[in-house]
């Protein structure tokens, strides 16, 4: 379910839209996958991730997305050092 | 230009033509979405493969195309100015190259602009056909001619000294060595060595790269002009 936290997106180049963990969970999920984690083990990881940034965004009216990203980095740092280098670094690839 | 003088020429070019990086970064996010996206191996692997296939096309088109254009305007027999022209256009790209292919900051963010590379992004991301894959592989060889065509002019330019018989061999040994670093990358991603590891080892050796690339270009641009411009002047004047 969507928490009520604003997130600000690109710095306020995009529209504001709610936390929704479902869309971390994703994106972390896909990462995991992506360095050949079994999918058993890339959605506890996601989950995992997902309660650290859930508890890390607990009463604050706002963040930006930059700052989920910088968090939940660092929750997948400890239980996933090769996904979550390329959780830090997959915009800068190309 | 004598053939061992027109191969050694063409063999710079080639690796330094390897070592542009665009068609790797886009090898690497191609198979990183297609796993993420639980993507069958298998496909992943039919997609690396076209991805492959299309940089290999064009790269062989553009040399067989700028062969054709060498020998049948005997460009490479026209006097001085031309390879001073190039001698210049190398050494200036060698220049380009230790100070902007590669951005400041962590990863290996490459010199195109960020809106063009996030439109490439986004393609891979949406790319699920081999027809696609093919195309993305013509796209960023495309892209990437601001750095790739004064290395491929050169070799074209040295593969029309060799005989005819050889022509053919140099261009296609031209594109095989070119094409040799996403090759490898291919080979990784397929033998199953995670993408992680794979951007980590490009990360931490770019600098290196960038510089090779970057000496490569000013010692094949030095090379060129003391060997048909200052060699041939030289003799014209009758100095040995």
New interface residues.
């Given amino acids: 379910m969507p928490l009520a936290v604003d997130v600000v997106k690109r710095g306020g180049k995009r529209p504001n839209e709610v936390f929704d963990p479902s869309k971390l969970h994703a994106s972390i999920y896909?990462?995991c996958?992506?360095?050949?984690s079994l999918?058993g083990h890339a959605d506890d990881t996601a989950k995992h991730v997902c309660s650290v940034v859930i508890s890390w965004i607990d009463n604050k009216p706002e963040v930006t997305s930059a700052d989920i990203r910088h968090q939940g980095a660092k929750a997948l740092e400890t239980l996933h050092p090769?996904?979550a280098?390329?959780y830090?670094?997959?915009?800068?690839?190309? | 230009m004598d053939t061992f003088t027109a191969l050694s020429v063409i063999a710079l070019a080639a690796l330094i033509h390897a070592s542009f990086q665009l068609g790797v970064s886009t090898i690497t996010l191609l198979s990183s979405h297609g796993a993420g996206k639980k993507v069958a191996a298998g496909k992943i692997s039919r997609l690396v493969g076209s991805f492959l296939a299309g940089t290999i096309t064009v790269t062989t088109f553009l040399v067989f195309a700028l062969l054709y254009f060498t020998t049948t305007l005997e460009l490479w027999q026209k006097p001085n100015s031309l390879w001073t022209a190039i001698s210049g256009a190398l050494a200036a790209l060698g220049i380009a190259v230790w100070i902007f292919y590669y951005r400041r900051g962590t990863g290996t963010p490459l010199w195109i602009p960020r809106a063009f590379a996030r439109f490439l992004t986004a393609r891979v991301r949406s790319t699920s056909l081999s027809v696609e894959a093919f195309s993305l592989g013509l796209t960023t060889v495309i892209a990437e001619l601001p750095f790739m065509i004064t290395p491929m002019i050169t070799a074209t330019l040295a593969l029309a000294f060799l005989p005819a018989d050889l022509q053919v061999l140099g261009a296609f040994g031209y594109v095989a060595v070119a094409s040799l670093g996403i090759i490898v990358v291919a080979v990784l991603i397929g033998g199953g060595h995670n993408i992680s590891h794979i951007q980590r080892w490009r990360e931490a050796n770019k600098h290196f790269l960038q510089f090779a690339a970057g000496t490569g270009l000013v010692v094949l641009a030095f090379y060129l002009y003391v060997n048909q411009v200052v060699a041939v002047a030289a003799a014209g004047a009758g100095i040995q």
């Fill in positions: 896909a990462t996958l992506s360095v050949r999918d090769d996904a280098y390329l830090k670094h997959h915009k800068q690839i190309m």
